[in-house]
C-alpha cells in the first residue's frame, strides 16, 4: 500500500510537470501571455491590465503619482524632492531659472538653490556681505572675476567667491549649478580668498570610525565660516555615529538610493533629493540601491556658536 502511493506520488508529480511544460508553450515563457493578448501594436504592446502586475511603486514612477510627493517639511528638518521643484527667474540672473531649496525661511543661515542657466545666461551678484558657493551638476559655465580672469568649470568642479567681489559666471550653452550663499562670519584678520577646484582633485581625508570616503571642497582654515564635504557610501554602508551636532547642513544627494533618518523619521531617498538640517536634529544615513551614494554637504564651521547671538 505505502509502496503504491510513492509510485503514484511520482507518476502524478511527472503528468503535472508535462503539463506545466506544454501549457507554458500556450501561454507564453513563465506566465508572460502570448502576443496576441497584448493591447495594440509597435510601441504600446502592454497587456491589458499589465498595471496590476507593474505597479507604479519603482522611485522612478512615485513622482507619476497624483498628488503624490516625497517632500516633507517640518521644524527641524526638510526633505525636498524633484518632483515638488518650483522654478523661477532669479533676481537680476539673464535667461536663468532658479528653484530654492533651503532657505532662511525654514531656520536656515544660508541658501541652497538649483539655478538652471539658459544659452547666454549669466548670474547676479549675491548680496552685499554674502559669499557664495558654485557647484556644477549639469553642463559647463564660466566664471569671470574683477581681475578679468575666466575659468571654466564642468560638471562636478566648483568656485567659492568671498564677499563683495565682483565676479560672473555665463553660459553659452546650458548648465544647472547648485548655488550655496550665506552672510559671511567675520573673523578679525582673516579673509578668505576665491577657490576654484574640481571634486577629483580633492585629497581623500582620514574619517576615523566610520567607513564613507570624505573630500573637503574648501580649505579647513579659520577664513572660510564654512565647508562643503562630498561623501561617497558603498551600498550597505551606513553612518556609524548617529550624529547630533551644533552644525547646520545643506545636502543633495549627487548620486544612488538610501535612507536618511531625520529626527523620528527615516526617509527613503535618491539622487536629486535635497535635505536641510537644523542644528541638533538626530541624523543617520545607510546606502542602499545597488550603485554608489554621493552626497555634497554643507556645513557651517570655524565659528563660535555665539558668533551671529546678539546680548
Ligand atoms: C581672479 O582669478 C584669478 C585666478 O584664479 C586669481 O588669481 C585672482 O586673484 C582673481 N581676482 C580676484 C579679484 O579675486
Known amino acids: 500500500m505505502r509502496r503504491f502511493s510513492f509510485l503514484s506520488l511520482f507518476f502524478l508529480l511527472r503528468l503535472l510537470l508535462l503539463w506545466i511544460i506544454s501549457a507554458s508553450g500556450e501561454e507564453g515563457f513563465c506566465g508572460f501571455p502570448p502576443s496576441s493578448l497584448l493591447e495594440g ?47 523661477g527667474p532669479l533676481p537680476d540672473w539673464d535667461n536663468t531659472l532658479g528653484a530654492y531649496l533651503v532657505s532662511p525661511a525654514m531656520g536656515s543661515h544660508f541658501t541652497m538653490y538649483l539655478a538652471r542657466m539658459q544659452e547666454g545666461s549669466r548670474s547676479a551678484v549675491p548680496a552685499q556681505d554674502v559669499e557664495r558657493f558654485v557647484f556644477v551638476v549639469q553642463g559647463s559655465t564660466t566664471f569671470l572675476n574683477a581681475s578679468g580672469t575666466s575659468h571654466k568649470l564642468h560638471v562636478d568642479s566648483y568656485a567659492y567667491v568671498p564677499a563683495n567681489s565682483e565676479h560672473s559666471f555665463k553660459c553659452d550653452e546650458t548648465a544647472t549649478l547648485v548655488v550655496i550663499e550665506r552672510r559671511y562670519a567675520v573673523l578679525k584678520n ?56 551644533y552644525n547646520q547642513h545643506g545636502l543633495l544627494l549627487l548620486q544612488g538610493q538610501g535612507i536618511y533618518r531625520l529626527g523620528d523619521s527615516w526617509y ?32 557651517d564651521v570655524n565659528r563660535d556658536p555665539l558668533w551671529h547671538v546678539k546680548f
Open 41 to 87: 501594436s509597435g510601441t504600446s504592446t502592454k497587456p491589458l491590465y499589465w498595471k496590476v502586475t507593474n505597479p507604479t511603486l519603482s522611485p522612478s514612477h512615485l513622482q507619476d503619482l497624483p498628488g503624490f510627493t516625497r517632500s516633507v517639511y517640518r521644524r527641524d528638518h526638510a526633505v525636498i524632492t524633484p518632483e515638488s521643484h518650483v522654478f
Open 190 to 245: 582673516h579673509y578668505p580668498e576665491q577657490i576654484l577646484g574640481s571634486t577629483d582633485k580633492q585629497p581623500l581625508l582620514e574619517t576615523p570610525g566610520e567607513v564613507f570616503q570624505l573630500r573637503k571642497l574648501l580649505p579647513t582654515s579659520a577664513s572660510y565660516d564654512f565647508n562643503i564635504h562630498i561623501m561617497d557610501f558603498q551600498p550597505g554602508e551606513y553612518l556609524n555615529v548617529k550624529e547630533v551636532h
Open 268 to 299: 527613503p531617498v535618491q539622487a536629486g533629493d535635497a535635505i536641510w538640517m537644523a542644528p541638533f536634529v538626530p541624523q543617520w544615513y545607510a546606502a542602499l540601491g545597488k550603485t554608489r551614494s554621493r552626497y555634497l554637504l554643507y556645513k
